[in-house]
């Protein structure tokens, strides 16, 4: 703008200090702004005055060479030879080689840790690579099948128990937690000096034979835990386990308790569920009470075996003759029960309690057992190093969110994680997880930073080189590189070191493992720190869900969301009429009506048609939502056929709801089609709720013949043996036209045991052109099935019973908010719902098409007959 005197204000400095305000009114500055924009222009070139002339004229931002290191030795490799076998150290696996034949990989810390026991117990390293292969041969044939114990769940399990040693886990699987480990039950896999007094029996993989063998080692008289799952447990072991202890606890179907396939090779550390119950049993005397247990005495005299004879006398006494006559002693034994049930219910809290998540990650702690793995591995050496170590990490989502964090060993820096903002990028969060650690580092303390990235350390080595290179200074990270740079010359200043030391990702280095978890559960939360360092100042950013982005996919998406909701609030607006003449709603298109009609899932159906890939099916699709599907009806409205009438059953019009709900020519396929869509409706309940049965079809013979828990049987016997076939075809008198319609059983039963919960589930695949047919439809089968409802409610008198309708019209159709509710019914959470939602409209849209060829064939087969 020009300046035309000493009193001229510039409008545009006033319209940011107006924006600056928090009252602003957005609406207000959108004016202002269509207001100005015309009236401005470029200055004269006499007036223009570069204040930044470009990266050339900025003074550069080095990194020192002195007090900084690189270490990424983790890349190189290391080759090892015993006699006929080699082992090949890299990328934190282990290669075992045979003549210059791979034989097996396995994660480098784990050989370490088997190496370490070898060469301490003087044994040959050969022996080793044999016994790793039958090893890596065990695991790859359960894991799939069976399951091995996630390292998180064991290492939660020792903690609960107190427990010092594992039996019958495989070494390769073996959690490293454990200051004692051993196979067989025999010799010892690690710690073949200690012996265990309170271990733990792995009997998840093992065959009835091993299972056997390492019962014979569970003592009566000696505290143990036994782990085992119920479709794999042997006879006689089960028997000992009984008569010896009890089950504890159980860990049920689908608990993240099991490792991930292939972990021993990888080292990944990520939780699985497991496929069925897990029970966790305790011997009698791992539950019983300390003063009950006794012990050795002096002299060799076993006192606590003549205190528990005692007490078995004291016990017979008391039950034979109802007392001793010592009324303390007496009360002493009465409260020995109560004393067991709580010791059992405190270990079971205990073993309930244990923390499972997802990325299965177990913390530091270099007092555990499990640090000795962690320091042989390949970032051991940093974990000794004098000053903080900590690991940073930083995570890309495919949606574009970004998080960071760091992770300190022994807690001496707070661990921190935050949501990061800017152009998607890996690079951004891990540079963001470096500034962490560098920020929360004291100065006066020396800074080993563990990181898997390094495109990062690469970028930060790039910053020392003498002739900086421009594209530094173009980087897109530009701000948040110079800010990290500025805090570690800082840090040089003072004498003080900064060390970057390469880790490979995923492969199981604890520090590692944490960050990239809190870096993962930081994206899209809220900001613990100024964007300023994330925001290139020479970039255009737009404001999307509260947080500055650059252009991408998501902005066009918000903006085109936008532009079509205002474009549907203009085209929805009522027409203004003549002086005092009420205003008359607009006349719409039939497509453009029915596309418009509120509740009725367009977003699904934009979603779904979004992601089909353009086809002949979509194309389809396309022309049954428009109206304008080819058939005979409009063809002869075009003046393309001479008739309307359907070719196959003689139908006076073959409109696109003939074809698709009335033709009998096509019944089996609408059939099929109906019983396509309802049993993926079922099985997506079935999958996503715990907790329920679905019966599908089931008569009342059927619904008596499921499967029942004994505290239910009684009560739903006697209701259902006063129901009949003809309840299921509702009461009271009804039409001939719905005769057919009465005739037909409910398309499933949902029962829920434990809240006693009895649904009648109904599924229609009705016509959609009306803007009632889904509420019609609804309405209709609840009216249907309300006197069979109500009289179930009757016969069950503690039960909740009720009807769900579940409708999806021809072209995809459906009331989001009845589905909501409905499948909130059965506990599913709304993200479930909507993915839910969204299969059915894709399987509706398919039997759609699937029936426009079968009549397509119907047509060629009635032509060539």
């Known amino acids: 703008m020009e300046e035309e005197g000493p009193g001229r204000v510039d409008p545009v400095l006033d319209l940011i200090e107006i924006g600056q305000f928090a009252d602003a009114d957005r609406d207000q500055l959108m004016k202002l702004v269509l207001w100005l924009a015309p009236h401005m222009r470029s200055c004269r070139k006499d007036d223009a005055e570069m204040v930044d002339r470009g990266p050339l004229t900025w003074t550069p931002v080095r990194l020192e060479s002195e007090n900084v290191e690189f270490d990424t030795s983790c890349l190189g490799t290391t080759v090892e030879t015993h006699e006929m076998w080699e082992v090949i150290h890299k990328d934190s696996l282990t290669r075992i080689e045979r003549e210059g034949r791979l034989m097996g990989i396995i994660n480098q810390s784990r050989y370490r840790l088997l190496e370490a026991e070898c060469l301490s117990r003087k044994i040959p390293i050969e022996f080793l690579c044999e016994s790793i292969l039958e090893g890596i041969a065990y695991v790859e044939k359960h894991e799939s ?334 701000q948040l590189l110079l800010h990290v740079v500025k805090l570690i010359n800082k840090r040089a200043e003072v004498g003080r070191s900064t060390r970057f030391i390469k880790v490979r990702a995923h492969r199981g280095e604890p520090l590692n493992e944490a960050a990239d978890a809190m870096a993962a559960a930081a994206a899209e939360s809220d900001p613990a720190r100024s964007v300023a360092m994330d925001l290139d100042p020479d970039a255009v950013y737009f404001s999307y869900k509260e947080a500055w982005v650059e252009w991408d996919a998501r902005v066009r998406e918000e903006l085109v969301q936008r532009a079509a909701e205002r474009c549907v609030t203009r085209t929805l607006r009522p027409k203004r009429g003549r002086a005092g003449a009420e205003a008359s709603p607009p006349t719409l298109p039939l497509t453009a009506s029915w596309l418009l009609r509120p509740n009725q899932g367009r977003s699904t159906l934009g979603k779904v048609l979004g992601e089909m890939k353009t086809s002949t099916a979509k194309k389809q699709v396309l022309q049954s939502i428009a109206g304008a599907f080819p058939c005979n009806a409009v063809l002869h409205k075009w003046g393309i056929v001479p008739s309307a009438a359907c070719a196959l059953c003689g139908h006076p019009a073959e409109t696109q709801s003939h074809i698709q709900c009335l033709c009998p020519a096509l019944k089996e396929a609408r059939i099929r089609a109906h019983h396509n869509l309802a049993h993926r409706l079922w099985k997506g309940i079935q999958v996503s709720t715990k907790g329920w049965v679905i019966a599908i079809e089931q008569t009342v013979a059927g619904l008596q013949g499921l499967p029942q828990p004994e505290a239910r049987l009684d009560e739903w016997q006697r209701a259902w043996d006063e129901v009949t076939d003809v309840h299921l075809e509702g009461e009271g008198e009804q039409s001939d036209t719905d005769a057919a319609t009465q005739r037909k059983r409910p398309d499933a039963w949902a029962v829920c045991w434990d809240k006693r919960c009895l649904l009648i589930l109904e599924f229609t695949r009705p016509n959609d052109r009306c803007e009632l047919s889904l509420l019609n439809t609804d309405t209709f089968k609840t009216v249907r099935y309300t006197p069979l409802r109500d009289r179930l409610a009757r016969l069950l008198p503690a039960w909740e019973v009720g009807i769900q309708t579940y409708t999806v019209g021809i072209r995809g159709s459906h009331d989001p908010d009845r589905w909501h509710a409905n499948l909130g019914r059965f506990g599913m959470t709304a993200a479930r719902a909507d993915r839910l939602m969204q299969d059915m409209v894709s399987q509706a849209l398919t039997e759609l098409t699937d029936l426009y060829s079968v009549r397509y064939a119907a047509l060629q087969h009635q032509q060539h007959a």
């Not at 080692?217 to 479709?231: G, H």
């Not at 699985?272 to 005299?301: F, K, M, P, V, Y």
């Open 145 to 478: 099948k069976r399951g091995f114990g996630s390292h998180q769940f064991w290492h939660g399990l020792r903690v609960a128990l107190d427990s010092d040693g594992i039996l019958g886990c495989c070494p390769l699987m073996a959690p490293s937690s454990f200051l004692y480990s051993s196979w067989t039950g025999g010799s010892a896999d690690w710690g073949y000096q200690l012996h265990p007094r309170r271990p733990v029996f792995d009997l998840l993989c093992a065959s009835p034979e091993e299972q056997r063998s390492l019962a014979s080692r569970m003592r009566p008289d000696q505290v143990w835990f036994a782990l085992s799952r119920r479709s794999t447990l042997d006879r006689d072991t089960k028997l000992l386990l009984d008569r010896a202890g009890q089950v504890l606890t159980v860990y049920k179907k689908g608990s993240r308790v099991a490792a991930c396939k292939g972990s021993f090779k990888t080292g990944k550390v990520r939780a699985i569920q497991n496929r069925e119950d897990w029970c966790l049993w305790a011997s009698n005397a791992a539950i019983r009470t300390r003063e009950a247990e006794g012990g050795i005495g002096n002299g060799g005299h076993d006192d606590g075996a003549v205190d528990r004879i005692h007490c078995a006398l004291v016990e017979a006494q008391v039950s034979i003759s109802g007392g001793t006559g010592d009324a303390a002693e007496t009360a002493r034994v009465s409260a020995r029960p109560r004393r067991r049930a709580d010791m059992v219910r405190r270990l079971k809290e205990r073993a309930d309690t244990i923390c499972l998540t997802a990325d299965g990650v177990v913390p530091l702690d270099l007092g555990c057992p499990s640090s000795r793995e962690a320091l042989l591995g390949p970032a051991g050496a940093a974990y000794t190093r004098s000053g903080i170590v900590v690991a940073t990490d930083g995570s890309l989502k495919k949606s574009g969110a970004m998080g960071a964090a760091v992770v300190a060993k022994d807690g001496r820096m707070q661990a921190r994680s935050v949501a990061v903002f800017g152009q998607p990028s890996s690079i951004r969060p891990e540079l963001t997880g470096i500034a962490l650690a560098l920020e929360g580092c004291p100065v006066e303390e020396d800074l080993n930073i563990l990181t898997d990235s390094l495109s990062s350390m690469r970028l930060l080595m790039g910053m020392q080189r003498k002739d900086l290179p421009l594209s530094l200074y173009r980087h897109s990270v530009r």
